[in-house]
């Protein structure tokens, strides 16, 4: 490398983060899962280096609705390749992978994948998805098998953060880190070797001086012992995940790995033979005979890896080339393929063959940003953020709480989970394909990234005029200006381990400890040990009303409780009512569903 290698490094970085990004977004209306709004037709239009409006069809079977996907916008790829980057600007990268970047992605994840999607649940659970305890009981799917049949190109898609940041270190550890990061949402090695490949190659690129000779790309992968020895992929991972791995399939992860390798050195040798002809070289052939149009295969890890190593080193010469004929193909995984292309080119040639498109994708201030800082921390000239045990993971319900309240509008701005401050600019009702009843809110994040979180809940309305009421009611929501709402209210008890036994076992309320001490019992409700300022406060007249599904058990569980009860008939509302006083003098009614 010669002395202006630094340099080198920060400008194709960000032709590494840009030209992803492009793909990306060049490609996603194509590709096979998008969900268009017109099917076909609207598919399969002419290739040309221009991002375009689409509508598409998302969320789950009885919760669809159309969404509008304004030019230049990406997709999960792009989102989990700024995720990993994030990740790379910690010191413990795989942490902040893991119980940050992953479980937080899952609230506004565009089109992203079921392997990832269930890996990122797992580990909002807090456990990885290799662990038999995330499998639910009476599933009727073994999520841990499920987990290691895993071998689409998700991994491969965002990998290429550590590429710069390995860029100083040998292959091999680029190669081990791949890996490590590949297992936490992909267990079987063709995701993984697929990964491998693919970030030697951009690490290649980066490194490429000079013209690059039209098989060089291919070759040098080919010969690149690193990425083909399952002793060096498999250096960093946990020991538990190759036990798991053997147990679940009856083979060692280093035999399935052999395997594999022996698959993509064939997939490269196809390429390399198409390469060899020159210009006669017939990419369509070349890219059926890779298994790119075949819908049961093509986003396999190791197929898109191949297919677009093939078209970096055939369209070398021409990027932009490359990059549209990747992300125009016929029935192939447009969105990732030329995602992978246009990383390939931008470590190749950095920005400027991208003109006028990278300035007008999604986020385009904050994706050089990001690439800048990860350069910058590969370099030594940028301190890594320390990781620490106690930075607080959100689990499950803390994402739907959240989702929840700023689709609604009841939050308006505060901190992510890694910190960044968040502001709600925008919120919308979509369209319904269903009953469901569908918000968005447009998230703009310190740094200049958007996100888009959606919440969707089915209608209970039994009339056209009850459903215009609520629609009337959301929309008041929607404009509303409010920049303060209310949280929660915490009360102040004397014993708050008796206030627990009381809400959580006899009322059956599920709870949860917070790090600051006090305890959730539901959204807007915290219990707070008291201090020696608040016992003589505690006289506030506060009303606490529960429903349950089995009243008359529930008040026989007070009763036993040694608390008296007032159990009276509500003419009006036609139920039950039970009404006591808690342990700390505040008001309780029970009602009856």
Same mark, same amino acid.
């Given at each position: 490398?010669?002395?202006?290698?630094?340099?080198?490094?920060?400008?194709?970085?960000?032709?590494?983060?840009?030209?992803?990004?492009?793909?990306?977004?060049?490609?996603?209306?194509?590709?096979?899962?998008?969900?268009?709004?017109?099917?076909?037709?609207?598919?399969?239009?002419?290739?040309?280096?221009?991002?375009?409006?689409?509508?598409?069809?998302?969320?789950?079977?009885?919760?669809?609705?159309?969404?509008? @996907?304004?030019?230049?916008?990406?997709?999960?790829?792009?989102?989990?390749?700024?995720? $990993?980057?994030?990740?790379?600007?910690?010191?413990?990268?795989?942490?902040?992978?893991?119980?940050?970047?992953?479980?937080?992605?899952?609230?506004? /994840?565009?089109?992203? +994948?079921?392997?990832?999607?269930?890996?990122?649940?797992?580990?909002?659970?807090?456990?990885?998805?290799?662990?038999?305890?995330? /499998?639910p009981k009476n599933a009727k799917r073994n999520h841990?098998?499920?987990?290691?049949?895993?071998?689409?190109?998700?991994?491969?898609?965002?990998?290429?953060?550590?590429?710069?940041?390995?860029?100083?270190?040998?292959?091999?550890?680029? $190669?081990?880190?791949?890996?490590?990061?590949?297992?936490?949402?992909?267990?079987?090695?063709?995701?993984?070797?697929?990964?491998?490949?693919?970030?030697?190659?951009?690490?290649?690129?980066?490194?490429?001086?000079?013209?690059?000779?039209? +098989?060089?790309?291919?070759?040098?992968?080919?010969?690149?012992?690193?990425?083909?020895?399952?002793?060096?992929?498999?250096?960093?991972?946990?020991?538990?995940?190759?036990?798991?791995?053997?147990?679940?399939?009856?083979?060692?992860?280093?035999?399935?790995?052999?395997?594999?390798?022996?698959?993509?050195?064939?997939?490269?040798?196809?390429?390399?033979?198409?390469?060899?002809?020159?210009?006669?070289?017939?990419?369509?052939?070349?890219?059926?005979?890779?298994?790119?149009?075949?819908?049961?295969?093509?986003?396999?890890?190791?197929?898109?890896?191949?297919?677009?190593?093939?078209?970096?080193?055939?369209?070398?010469?021409?990027?932009?080339?490359?990059?549209?004929?990747?992300?125009?193909?016929?029935?192939?995984?447009?969105?990732?393929?030329?995602?992978?292309?246009?990383?390939?080119?931008?470590?190749?040639?950095?920005?400027?063959?991208?003109?006028?498109?990278?300035?007008?994708?999604?986020?385009?201030?904050?994706?050089?940003?990001?690439?800048?800082?990860?350069?910058?921390? #590969?370099?030594?000239?940028?301190?890594?953020?320390?990781?620490?045990? /106690? #930075?607080?993971?959100?689990?499950?319900?803390?994402?739907?709480?959240?989702?929840?309240?700023?689709?609604?509008?009841?939050?308006?701005?505060?901190?992510?989970?890694?910190?960044?401050?968040?502001?709600?600019?925008?919120?919308?009702?979509?369209?319904?394909?269903?009953?469901a009843l569908t918000r968005r809110a447009t998230i703009?994040?310190?740094?200049?990234?958007?996100?888009?979180?959606?919440?969707?809940?089915?209608?209970?309305?039994?009339?056209?005029?009850?459903?215009?009421?609520?629609?009337?009611? /959301?929309?008041?929501?929607?404009?509303?200006?409010?920049?303060?709402? $209310?949280?929660?209210?915490?009360?102040?008890?004397?014993?708050?381990?008796?206030?627990?036994?009381?809400?959580?076992? @006899?009322?059956?309320?599920?709870?949860?400890?917070?790090?600051?001490?006090?305890?959730? $019992?539901?959204?807007?409700?915290?219990?707070?040990?008291?201090?020696?300022?608040?016992?003589?406060?505690?006289?506030?007249?506060?009303?606490?009303?529960?429903?349950?599904?089995?009243?008359?058990? #529930?008040?026989?569980?007070?009763?036993?409780?040694?608390?008296?009860?007032? @159990?009276?008939?509500?003419?009006?509302?036609?139920?039950?009512?039970?009404?006591?006083?808690?342990?700390? +003098?505040?008001d309780v009614v029970i009602q009856s569903r």
């Amino acid at each position: 490398m010669n002395q202006n290698s630094a340099r080198d490094i920060t400008y194709r970085s960000g032709g590494i983060f840009l030209g992803a990004a492009v793909g990306d977004a060049l490609g996603w209306p194509q590709e096979q899962r998008s969900g268009i709004v017109g099917g076909k037709s609207a598919r399969e239009v002419d290739p040309e280096p221009r991002f375009r409006a689409w509508k598409r069809y998302t969320g789950s079977q009885f919760l669809k609705y159309v969404e509008n @996907v304004t030019p230049g916008t990406y997709s999960d790829d792009t989102q989990l390749l700024c995720a $990993v980057a994030r990740s790379n600007l910690s010191d413990d990268w795989y942490s902040w992978l893991t119980k940050l970047e992953l479980p937080f992605w899952l609230n506004y /994840q565009r089109g992203g +994948g079921g392997a990832t999607i269930r890996a990122a649940r797992a580990w909002s659970s807090g456990q990885p998805p290799w662990s038999q305890a995330d /499998q639910p009981k009476n599933a009727k799917r073994n999520h841990r098998l499920a987990y290691f049949q895993a071998g689409g190109n998700g991994v491969a898609m965002r990998i290429a953060p550590h590429a710069v940041a390995t860029i100083y270190d040998k292959p091999d550890e680029l $190669v081990a880190r791949v890996v490590k990061d590949g297992i936490t949402t992909h267990g079987h090695p063709r995701a993984l070797v697929g990964a491998a490949v693919f970030a030697i190659a951009v690490r290649h690129l980066i490194l490429q001086e000079g013209t690059l000779q039209y +098989g060089d790309l291919l070759n040098s992968v080919i010969h690149e012992p690193s990425w083909q020895e399952g002793g060096t992929a498999f250096r960093d991972v946990p020991s538990e995940w190759l036990l798991a791995y053997e147990e679940q399939l009856n083979e060692s992860a280093s035999n399935a790995w052999a395997g594999v390798v022996r698959e993509v050195s064939a997939l490269l040798e196809i390429g390399n033979r198409s390469l060899a002809q020159g210009s006669l070289a017939d990419d369509h052939e070349t890219l059926n005979e890779l298994g790119c149009f075949d819908k049961a295969r093509n986003g396999s890890g190791t197929i898109t890896a191949a297919a677009s190593l093939y078209l970096s080193a055939r369209y070398a010469a021409n990027p932009m080339s490359g990059v549209v004929r990747a992300a125009f193909l016929r029935n192939a995984d447009t969105d990732t393929l030329a995602s992978m292309v246009g990383c390939l080119m931008g470590a190749l040639h950095g920005i400027d063959w991208m003109e006028k498109l990278a300035p007008s994708v999604q986020d385009y201030r904050y994706i050089w940003s990001l690439s800048l800082r990860c350069s910058r921390t #590969t370099q030594g000239t940028l301190e890594q953020i320390p990781w620490s045990e /106690q #930075t607080s993971r959100p689990t499950s319900r803390d994402l739907e709480v959240w989702r929840r309240r700023v689709t609604s509008g009841e939050l308006t701005s505060g901190r992510l989970p890694d910190g960044r401050e968040f502001t709600v600019v925008k919120l919308t009702n979509l369209e319904g394909r269903t009953s469901a009843l569908t918000r968005r809110a447009t998230i703009n994040i310190e740094g200049g990234q958007t996100i888009f979180v959606d919440r969707s809940e089915r209608s209970t309305d039994s009339n056209e005029e009850d459903a215009l009421i609520k629609e009337v009611r /959301q929309n008041a929501i929607l404009s509303s200006t409010a920049t303060t709402s $209310v949280s929660h209210i915490s009360l102040i008890v004397r014993d708050l381990k008796r206030s627990k036994h009381l809400y959580s076992e @006899v009322l059956g309320l599920k709870i949860e400890d917070l790090p600051s001490g006090e305890v959730v $019992v539901s959204d807007y409700f915290h219990l707070r040990p008291s201090s020696i300022e608040d016992v003589n406060k505690l006289t506030p007249p506060v009303l606490i009303t529960i429903k349950s599904t089995d009243f008359d058990q #529930t008040v026989e569980s007070i009763r036993k409780s040694d608390i008296a009860v007032h @159990v009276i008939w509500d003419t009006r509302q036609k139920r039950k009512i039970c009404r006591f006083k808690d342990f700390d +003098g505040y008001d309780v009614v029970i009602q009856s569903r």
